[in-house]
Every structure is written in structure tokens, then in C-alpha cells.
């Protein structure tokens, strides 16, 4: 038996809310919809990852999603430009990733980084 993929499911009254936040501010794109649940994604594999954690680092609360981007920057430049709430502002991290929090429409806490070299 192997773990083939893990997918995270958000509670959401109105999961179409969720499209100006993952779908166009992220770009990920609906690989289903149930009209009840969507599915967002893209055709990359990915490794099965699962975080457990009692911080999400630097003394910051745990966020529900980490989500890696090639271009922290320019996101974090378009999350303020659509005035989201940042929750943890734009920081280098000593583990290597340049990283923000910033709140899903749902309330959630979502962690975007990069890794750096």
C-alpha cells in the first residue's frame, strides 16, 4: 500500500467563493466541480506532504495550508494590492524559505513561500 496523494478540504458555505482566491489570485485551476465541492489544482505531481506541527514557525500561529510558489514576491505584491489580510508580513526565514500569512475568504490562515537557494 503506498500514499498516492493527499488533498485538503476547506468547509466553505459558498465554495465559488473560493475561486477569486485560489483560482485567480493563485491560479490554480478547477480540476472538478460538484457544484457542492471544487477541486483546484494543476496538472504538476506533486509528493504527498502532511505537516504536524505546535507552530508555524517563528512564533506564528499553525497555518492551515502551505502553499509553494516560484515567486513569493509578486504574490505578496498582489495580496496587498487586493487588500487581504495579511496575517504574517513578508519575512526571510532562517530555515530557508521567504514566506507570508495571509487569510483565505474562509478565515483560514495560509502560509505562501518560497524556498530559497
Not at 485560489?22 to 496538472?43: A, E, Q, R, S, V
Not at 514557525?57 to 489580510?85: C, H, M, Q, W
Amino acid at each position: 500500500m503506498a500514499v498516492r496523494r493527499i488533498v485538503a478540504n476547506l468547509h466553505a458555505a459558498e465554495p465559488r467563493a473560493a475561486q477569486a482566491f485560489y483560482g485567480d489570485l493563485l491560479g490554480l485551476d478547477i480540476l472538478m466541480d460538484h457544484g457542492w465541492i471544487l477541486t483546484f489544482g494543476t496538472g504538476g505531481t506533486m509528493t504527498p506532504q502532511l505537516g504536524v506541527a505546535s507552530e508555524g514557525g517563528a512564533g506564528t500561529p499553525v497555518p492551515l495550508l502551505s502553499i509553494e510558489v516560484d515567486n513569493v514576491d509578486e504574490l505578496y505584491d498582489r495580496v496587498k494590492a487586493a487588500r487581504l489580510e495579511i496575517v504574517y508580513d513578508l519575512a526571510d526565514e532562517p530555515w530557508g524559505v521567504r514566506r507570508f500569512f495571509v487569510r483565505d475568504p474562509f478565515g483560514n490562515i495560509v502560509n505562501i513561500l518560497e524556498h530559497r537557494a
